[in-house]
């Protein structure tokens, strides 16, 4: 059977790792294959070399719109620090839209999906990208469906997944759904990368962590939160530091902030639990008394659906010891 043929696109300005990582995983399906199943290409848009975002320079073995085939196997489209600010020129989009038609599957590592959305290949489609930039996503291409917890989705011909490395997880599924899982382990095994990533990206998000919004007297009340994450931050006490009626810090609050009040202290309180568990191995009583919680059920619950996995899982991964 003849070789899969895998390009890559890689814009001026592209992470490195977003193309080589998943570089390295289909050329080491070929390996633990022992024959080469995937011909890989990294396809650029103007010079032969392609400067990354660390400076450093790729070489592209093909040029879009010119010298690249209209047709690949798999099409990927890498991201890049500032990609979401990119604009394609009609003739790349042109050939994206093209390319992207005939591929047996197509799809983007990181921020590459905003190039994808440009061509309107996203539309009607859920997608993930790194969670920094999945609301600018969701909101620029409000016709897709936009999952930023998501590792990697795969629907119908679009294969998309979240920031950097994720792109090896990605690369990892499509060498896993064309040779099957015993190849797909085995390459992971020699990546020393797993097989399966437990939980979703918002583990590692940082969110939480953004400087004070709104007016001078929203911002002392934000500050006072994250000091104090254990204490009872109920509207009226809030308002009250503020020197506010409750209805009008409440409106205020989320106006200026774009969040309610019980949703600011929240993600502050999981950012103390975060904190708690990658520096201390106290027990989970101990952490929620700290961070604000009822009880630890009370954690668990707030910290699975903000975090995507359990404080257990989270420790296991992110304890600096």
């Known amino acids: 059977m003849a070789p899969r043929s895998v390009a890559i696109l890689a814009l001026p300005g592209v992470q490195?790792?977003?193309?080589?990582?998943?570089?390295?995983?289909?050329?080491?399906?070929?390996?633990?294959?022992?024959?080469?199943?995937?011909?890989?290409?990294?396809?650029?848009?103007?010079?032969?070399?392609?400067?990354?975002?660390s400076g450093r320079r790729l070489v592209a073995d093909l040029v879009a719109p010119g010298s690249a085939p209209m047709s690949f196997d798999?099409?990927?489209?890498?991201?890049?620090p500032r990609m979401h600010e990119t604009d394609l020129d009609g003739g790349l989009v042109d050939w994206l839209v093209?390319?992207?038609?005939?591929?047996?599957?197509?799809?983007?590592?990181?921020s590459g999906a905003f190039l994808l959305g440009q061509a309107g290949l996203l539309d009607g489609r859920r997608v993930?990208?790194?969670?920094?930039?999945?609301?600018?996503?969701?909101?620029?291409?409000?016709?897709?469906?936009?999952?930023?917890?998501a590792i990697c989705l795969f629907d119908g011909p679009l294969r998309t997944a979240a920031g950097v490395t994720a792109g090896l997880d990605l690369a990892l599924a499509l060498v896993e759904e064309d040779l099957g899982p015993e190849i797909a382990r085995r390459v992971a095994s020699q990546l020393v990368m797993f097989f399966r990533r437990g939980g979703g990206q918002m583990q590692f998000s940082r969110r939480g962590l953004s400087a004070p919004a709104g007016r001078s007297a929203l911002q002392e009340v934000q500050r006072w939160v994250a000091a104090h994450p254990a204490e009872d931050h109920a509207v009226e006490k809030?308002?009250?530091?503020?020197?506010m009626s409750p209805r009008h810090f409440a409106r205020l609050f989320r106006t200026e902030t774009g969040l309610t009040p019980a949703a600011y202290v929240e993600n502050v309180r999981i950012e103390a639990v975060r904190?708690?568990?990658?520096?201390?191995?106290?027990?989970?009583?101990?952490?929620?008394?700290?961070?604000?919680?009822?009880?630890?059920?009370?954690?668990?619950?707030?910290?699975?659906?903000?975090v995507g996995t359990t404080p257990a899982e989270y420790r296991r991964r992110h304890l600096h010891r």
């Open 74 to 80: 798999t099409l990927l489209v890498a991201g890049a």
């Open 275 to 306: 904190r708690l568990l990658e520096t201390d191995e106290i027990v989970l009583k101990q952490v929620a008394s700290a961070c604000g919680f009822l009880d630890a059920d009370t954690l668990r619950r707030a910290f699975m659906r903000r």
């Open 128 to 149: 993930t990208t790194h969670w920094a930039v999945a609301e600018v996503l969701a909101a620029r291409y409000p016709e897709a469906s936009v999952e930023a917890d």
């Open 238 to 243: 809030l308002a009250g530091r503020a020197g």
């Open 16 to 53: 490195l790792l977003d193309v080589a990582g998943p570089l390295d995983v289909f050329a080491e399906a070929n390996v633990q294959s022992g024959e080469e199943v995937y011909d890989l290409a990294i396809v650029g848009t103007g010079a032969d070399t392609i400067l990354t975002s």
């Open 98 to 110: 093209t390319v992207a038609r005939q591929c047996r599957r197509y799809g983007s590592v990181c």
